[in-house]
């Protein structure tokens, strides 16, 4: 059985747990982080613009990499050992939501968090990323709620409807 555990700042305690609670011991657990490309594309593209290209040992894209490589690498571990057993840790940068997918191909089983609104129950307890994957995901997810989910008493309102015409014979 290969899982792909999504390992994202302030939710990865609660797929790390999930795993745990949810896996076989002996399934093949992939910890995966995505750093998005545009962020140090971003840093890179405004030193260009607005001071030019002839100092690139300036440039502070060069150490967003670096730092995001840092924050990905501690990450993984902190989550690797928080799992306690084998598994692999997995870098991957480019847009989140595809990257994500993309490593859940093959897999059995995909774990992550809701990041949205969570003080309510519904659609928008996830964010646009984590939407994206749960729709798009070519194996079964595990959706979990990184605290205590909220009570079904936070479900929103149902529209109003027009009354149904009544059906004739």
């Known amino acids: 059985m290969a899982v792909v555990v999504w390992i994202v700042e302030g939710t990865w305690p609660a797929c790390v747990d999930a795993a ?13 982080h995505v750093t998005p490309a545009d962020v140090p594309g ?46 692999t840790r997995t870098e991957r940068t480019g847009r989140i939501e595809r990257e994500v997918v993309a490593a859940a191909e093959g897999a059995e089983l995909l774990i992550l968090a809701r990041d949205g609104d ?12 984590s939407r994206f994957i749960v729709d798009h995901a070519p194996c ?10 909220p009570g079904i008493a936070t479900i929103p309102t149902p ?4 009354p149904h015409p009544p059906h004739h014979r």
């Open 20 to 32: 745990r609670a949810h896996v076989p011991e002996g399934a093949d657990v992939v910890l995966l």
């Open 118 to 129: 969570r003080t309510h129950l519904g659609p928008r307890s996830l964010g646009p990323a």
């Open 42 to 87: 971003a840093a890179h593209g405004a030193f260009a613009g607005l001071l030019g290209r002839g100092h690139p040992e300036r440039d502070p894209g060069t150490r967003v990499e670096q730092l995001a490589a840092a924050s990905a690498g501690q990450l993984l571990t902190d989550a690797a050992q928080r799992l306690g057993r084998e598994c």
């Open 140 to 149: 079964p997810v595990l959706l979990v709620w990184p605290e205590t989910a």
């Open 159 to 162: 529209p109003p409807h027009p």
